[in-house]
């Protein structure tokens, strides 16, 4: 009989050490156009950075920061340029092509 190993749970914000794999994350994030799943890869971040401290940075509680950018969450514009200005994450504005 084979044994089997045990499934553990994957927590990527883990592996988010850096400032290019934060940056490689949220780009990705934000080219799926899913507003939900943005807010959660924020909230990813904000995980791997201590969530506390960002609470702190915000002005926030981390009760509201983690509904916020839960996977159900829809935190406002106010709260998502908060969010990014405290993780230190900046966007970039391209115009399309063409014009």
């Given at each position: 009989?084979?044994?089997?190993?045990?499934i553990?749970?994957?927590?990527?914000?883990?592996?988010?050490?850096?400032?290019?794999?934060?940056?490689?994350?949220?780009?990705?994030?934000?080219?799926?156009?899913?507003?939900?799943?943005?807010?959660?890869?924020?909230?990813?971040?904000?995980?791997?950075r201590?969530?506390?401290?960002?609470?702190?940075?915000?002005?926030?509680?981390?009760?509201?920061?983690?509904?916020?950018?839960?996977?159900?969450?829809?935190?406002?514009?106010?709260?998502?340029?908060?969010?990014?200005?405290?993780?230190?994450?900046?966007?970039?504005?391209k115009?399309?092509?063409?014009?």
């Amino acid at each position: 009989m084979r044994k089997i190993d045990k499934i553990t749970n994957y927590d990527p914000a883990e592996n988010l050490k850096s400032g290019k794999a934060v940056a490689v994350f949220i780009k990705k994030a934000f080219k799926t156009g899913d507003s939900a799943y943005i807010a959660h890869a924020l909230g990813v971040v904000a995980r791997s950075r201590g969530m506390a401290e960002v609470a702190n940075r915000t002005g926030l509680s981390r009760e509201q920061l983690y509904r916020s950018l839960s996977s159900r969450g829809n935190p406002t514009l106010k709260t998502t340029l908060a969010v990014m200005k405290a993780l230190g994450i900046r966007l970039a504005v391209k115009a399309p092509k063409g014009a």
